[in-house]
Structures are given as C-alpha cells and as structure tokens.
C-alpha cells in the first residue's frame, strides 16, 4: 500500500490522526454542553411556568356557592421578567372560561391534581411553552373542576440557547486548539524512540558492526531484534567473503603461475615458427587471464576494505619507497628507471595501509607496462596545500581517449590493445582515493611523451 507524499510521514499521520480526534471530541463537546444548557433553561422555564399556575391555583375561592379569583400579581410577574416574552393564562371552571384568553388551546395530555402537564405549540403567531394544572375547588358544597393554563412564548429561551451556543462553540474552539498542540507534542514524544534508533545507528563507523545495545519500547522490541540478527548475519557474511576473496587469490594465481612457466620452458623447446607462435598466443592469454583474476580480486578487496576502512598513522615517504622497491624489478626488466622526489620529513597521513599501497602500486604498475624500454619514470610525493603524489612517465600516453573514462571499471586507452591489461587499475586507484576524501586525477605531459596519474589527498 502506497501513501500520498503528505501521510508517508508517521508523526504527520498520526497528527492528523489525533487532531480528527480532537476536532470530533469537540464538536461532541459542543452538542453536549449545548444539548444539557438548553435542557436546563427548558425545566427552568417550566418550573417557574409551575410555580405561575401553583400560585393562580391558590388564589382560587368560593363566595356565595361560585367560584372566584384574584388574580394574584405575582403570578404573571415572574413570567414577564425575561426579555420580550409575553404571557398568556386560562383559568376554566368545569369547562367554562372564568378569565383569560378564551381562545387559549386546551391541554392534549389532560393534567391531574397530583401532575402538571407541559405542551409546546404556535399561539398567536409564536411558539408558546404551555404548563397545566388541575384542580378540585368546592362552591356551595358542590365540588368543581377547575383546569389552570398558564403559556409564555419562548424569546427568552431562544436567546438564552443562542448565547450559550457561543459560549459552547468557544469552548469547543478552545478545546480543539489545545488538544491540537497537545495531538503535535504526543506525536514528536511518541516518535522519540525512532529517533534515537536512528541517531544509534547512523553514529556508527561502517566497520561497526556490533549489535544495538539500546532499551528500546516494547513495539520496537521485534525490529531492534531483527536488525541486531541481520547485522549478525551481514558481519558473518563479510568475514566469509574477505576469506573466500583471500582464499581465490592463491588458488588462482598459483594454478595460472605454474601454467605460464610450463608454457615458457614448452615454447623453448619448439621449433617450428607456427608452434612457437601458437606458444606465444598461449602464453599471453595466461598472462590475461592472470593479471585480470588479479586485478578482479584486488578491487574485490578494495570494494570490502572500503566499506570498513582501517586507519593507522602512516608515513607515506616510507609507504611510496616500500612499493617502489617492490616494482623495480618490473622496471629492470625493461631497463627503466624509477626515480624517486620524497621530503626530507615525509608527511604523516592517516588511512588504510593496504588500500594506499595497493592504489600506488596499480599506478607504478601502469607506469612501467606501458612506458618504452630505457625510459625514466618519476615518482614525486609534496605536502604544500595537499598531499599529493605524481607518477609520471614517458610512454604512449592515453592517444584520442577521453581521460574522464579511464576511471570506469575495464576502460582501457584506445592505443594499447597490444598490452595485456584489465582495465582495473586506475579503477581501484581511483576508490581508494574517493575512500580517503581525496581524488585520481589523470592529465597528459604538456610538450612530451607520456602521462601523469596523481594521488591527491587533503592534509590532515
């Protein structure tokens, strides 16, 4: 399942999540408070429209076997304090009017003695709240059904449920407000634990591979168990594979030496020009196979090496004089001479020995292969802005090849096809150097043969 761009973030969702939440609780909170406001003010009213008709009620009398009232004051003056609202009453004897409005409805739920009954109705052009009272008055030794109807329109009422509709919306408003920033804090709180994951892991060098030793809550229990069981099987993998790329080398190299030198001593022995050829054809594709399952394996364990680079304090005069002299005999084969430009104090720089030697190596490699015999090759190593190391010679150079593509795996010049080459060594060259925070750079000799390959690091 996919998410618009807005909800693939957690604490968005479950903001959004708890601010719908909030704005349903609220408007519950606004019909709530404004649902018992108006119930209050309706059993007010009709409790004062009760105590109007109790008090009418009262005044009832008898003189000279009928039944009279006077209409108390009071009876009507509580009624008429609220607003615009006018009062309307009713008092019947055995169903006959004995004052006021005439035209006043009788009541659908007869009332008793012991109950009042309550009715809401248009009168007159409003809404009226009507309350009812029964009562049994004695004349002349003869007992009388007297029926009390007391209405009151309903402005007040109105008004009353309008200004506590403000008052609950402004509540509610509030309510959804706080709870709102009170949803964002519970959100970033709640999320908390992510980002202290995330933080423990992205602290982390890529050579530490140790399992998390964090208390995380009880839902990310199952992921940090995961992720410690994948870093587990990714650290055992790594150490697999380092052996296996240790192990490939010598059984690689040690199978293809043995063949080209029995290849050497058969082309020796033969005579015949096609056979010796045949032989020669042999012998270079040995040569191939053996610098390519070399170059293949060497950048394998740079690529490995890479990803958990070790790093010790190096002196980089003595690093550049070991691996030279490692390839002199390369260059006496050809009768080239590598002379060396080193500082009298060789800079110290911090990095991975193996992967620094290896990238000098593969350029110095280069170098003599494709430089002419009885030729010179420079090695200069300076610290002024940066640390940088020149190889320069006096070969073929890279002819019309674009100097931008040497760095790709298997890119080769466009003027060597007769060279045994992988296409690897500028390649591996190149990773240490990015590895490091430093660059290859590649440019041609300006106003002679050949090309110059520098190693270019930051000082430290």
């Known amino acids: 399942m996919t998410f618009p761009p807005l909800t693939r973030s957690i604490r968005t969702r479950l903001f959004l999540q708890l601010a719908a939440i909030s704005a349903l609780l609220s408007v519950a909170l606004f019909l709530v408070v404004r649902g018992l406001a108006e119930t209050a003010a309706e059993a007010t009213q009709d409790g004062i429209l009760s105590a109007s008709a109790t008090s009418i009620a009262d005044a009832l009398r008898s003189e000279d076997g009928e039944i009279t009232l006077d209409l108390p004051y009071s009876a009507l003056s509580m009624l008429g304090t609220t607003n615009d609202d006018r009062v309307f009453y009713k008092v019947e004897v055995n169903g006959e009017t004995l004052t006021g409005y005439d035209d006043l409805p009788a009541p659908t739920d007869a009332p008793t003695i012991s109950r009042n009954t309550f009715a809401t109705f248009d009168y007159r052009g409003d809404e009226v709240r009507m309350v009812s009272a029964s009562r049994t008055v004695s004349a002349g030794g003869v007992p009388s059904n007297v029926l009390i109807s007391v209405a009151q329109t309903r402005l007040g009422l ?26 964002l804090l519970a959100a970033r709180s709640a999320l908390r634990p992510l980002k202290e994951l995330t933080a423990a892991v992205t602290r982390r060098g890529p050579a530490d591979l ?29 150490l697999r594979s380092e052996d296996l790329i240790a192990e490939a080398a010598h059984r690689v190299r040690t ?41 293949l394996l060497d950048h394998a364990m740079v690529t490995f090496r890479t990803d958990s680079l070790a790093t010790e304090s190096i002196d980089m005069g003595e690093l550049v004089r070991e691996t030279v002299a490692r390839l002199e005999p390369a260059a006496d084969l050809k009768d080239a001479t590598i002379r060396c430009t080193i500082p009298k104090q060789p800079p110290h720089f911090t990095g991975d020995r193996i992967l620094l030697q290896s990238a000098i190596q593969n350029i110095l490699d280069n170098a003599i292969k494709y430089s002419p015999d009885d030729s010179d090759i420079a090695v200069t190593l300076t610290a002024v802005d940066t640390l940088r190391l ?9 002819g019309d090849t674009d100097t931008n593509t040497l760095k790709a795996r298997f890119s080769r010049g466009a003027n060597v096809d007769d060279i045994v080459g992988s296409g690897l060594g500028l390649t591996i060259a190149d990773e240490v150097a990015r590895a490091h925070g430093g660059t290859l750079a590649i440019t041609r000799n300006e106003g002679a043969k050949g090309a110059c390959v520098s190693l270019v690091f930051p000082l430290q």
């Open 158 to 183: 109105a008004a009353i449920s309008q200004r506590i509709s403000a008052i609950a919306t402004g509540v509610g408003l509030v309510f959804f407000l706080v709870a709102t920033a009170l949803s």
């Open 210 to 238: 140790r399992p998390l030793a964090i208390q995380p809550p009880t839902e990310l229990e199952p992921f940090v168990s995961a992720l410690n069981t994948f870093i587990a099987r990714l650290r055992a993998s790594l």
């Open 255 to 295: 199978p293809l030496a043995t063949v080209r030198a029995k290849a050497e001593v058969t082309h020796r022995k033969l005579n015949k020009p096609e056979h010796r050829q045949t032989m020669r054809e042999m012998i270079r594709a040995i040569d191939e196979s053996s610098r390519s399952a070399g170059q």
């Open 390 to 398: 020149d190889v320069s010679d006096q070969g073929r150079g890279f």
